[in-house]
């Protein structure tokens, strides 16, 4: 798939090129810097040498999006948050000609997961849901066909792990959703995927939705051969007030340790003071256009390991301000609960905080 792609993208940006009309291309720089701090009880921890706090440059973005043509665009995004190394986040190229389907070739979200598919400057709380973070794909190289048909939005792709030939699937998403002029809307969505994993290790390693604290939702380590997973998505706006909730599970395949099954849902919701709708196209939803807006958010969340015989739920509100459409600032607390190997722990608090700069 890799040479695949080597191959086709640059014959694609020829053709692109070649089609351009005389006020293309069109350049479009963006990026932006998000700043985090989190304080949290022992809960978090793994063992009491560690530090009840951190703070960490969670993500610092740049990207340039190019217009070739009408129908012809691309996208370059960069992570440079780790400091010694830059990741490429999105690579891709993207052909809007035909009137049943846009083809998309390159690095690219799959389409799986309403939460996974918000941009993480618009998501309602500091951090992803558990689950969403432990089992949705992210980011992948692949080729991915996306259209509408009246009310209802499909994708379709099939991706490859970029470390990994053997790791590869095929994904798809299905949405349906009525939406007003101004964006009052239902939606409602399912997605599978279908991978195959080629021996490699797979292991569950999720922190409680606390981005600096340790780890403790931990699996068995698995050498798997094959991935199932199947998610729903329910999601509803009226007058700037946004319910949404989500269902994910997977099934594992080890052929020495069985099959592994994995569960898990979030329900939040969201409502800004001033009752201003988010944006939302082709079953995704963005930001909220507002200055000196504020927007209260709360998320209930558990995620389910059956194996192994943990799970963990976390409680959380959190208000976000918004100074302007550059200038944002979260506050979240969390209160987590943990069962491992059957023993319960004590619920107990963490504070998270984000200062959020886009250009």
Excluded: C
């Excluded at 969670?58 to 960069?78: C, E, G, H, P, Y």
């Excluded at 569960?263 to 079953?283: A, C, D, T, V």
């Amino acid at each position: 798939m890799k040479k695949l792609i080597s191959y086709l993208t640059p014959t694609l940006l020829l053709l692109a090129s070649s089609s351009s009309a005389a006020d293309y291309p069109e350049f479009k720089w963006g990026g932006y810097i998000m700043l985090d701090h989190d304080q949290f009880s022992d809960l978090f921890l793994e063992d009491d040498e560690s530090d009840n706090y951190g703070s960490d440059v969670r993500r610092a973005r740049l990207s340039t999006k190019i217009k070739f043509s009408d129908n012809w665009k691309s996208k370059f995004q960069v992570d440079l948050s780790d400091g010694d190394a830059v990741e490429i986040k999105d690579a891709y190229l993207q052909y809007q000609g035909w009137d049943w389907a846009t083809i998309t070739v390159g690095k690219q979200k799959e389409p799986f997961g309403l939460e996974k598919l918000t941009g993480s400057r618009n998501t309602f709380m500091i951090e992803r849901s558990m689950v969403t973070e432990a089992l949705a794909p992210g980011r992948s190289v692949g080729a991915n066909l996306s259209g509408k048909e009246g009310n209802v939005n499909w994708d379709i792709g099939y991706f490859q792990d970029e470390d990994s030939a053997d790791n590869y699937g095929v994904t798809g998403r299905l949405t349906w959703a009525l939406v007003d002029p101004d964006d009052n809307f239902i939606h409602l969505g399912a997605a599978l995927s279908e991978r195959h994993l080629g021996g490699d290790e797979f292991r569950i390693n999720e922190p409680l939705e606390v981005y600096s604290s340790d780890s403790l939702l931990e699996g068995t380590r698995l050498n798997a051969d094959d991935e199932s997973l199947a998610g729903i998505e329910l999601m509803w706006q009226y007058q700037g007030f946004v319910s949404m909730a989500e269902w994910i599970q997977a099934d594992i395949d080890d052929p020495t340790k069985g099959t592994h099954h994995y569960e898990g849902g979030y329900y939040q919701m969201s409502y800004p003071l001033s009752g201003k709708n988010r944006h939302y196209k082709n079953g995704k939803l963005s930001s909220i256009k507002a200055n000196n807006d504020w927007e209260l958010t709360w998320r209930l969340s558990q995620f389910n390991l059956i194996e192994e015989n943990s799970k963990a739920q976390t409680f959380s509100v959190g208000v976000n301000y918004l100074v302007n459409e550059n200038l944002m600032f979260k506050v979240n607390y969390i209160r987590a609960k943990l069962e491992d190997d059957g023993e319960t722990y004590n619920a107990d608090d963490a504070f998270s905080l984000r200062a959020q700069y886009s250009f």
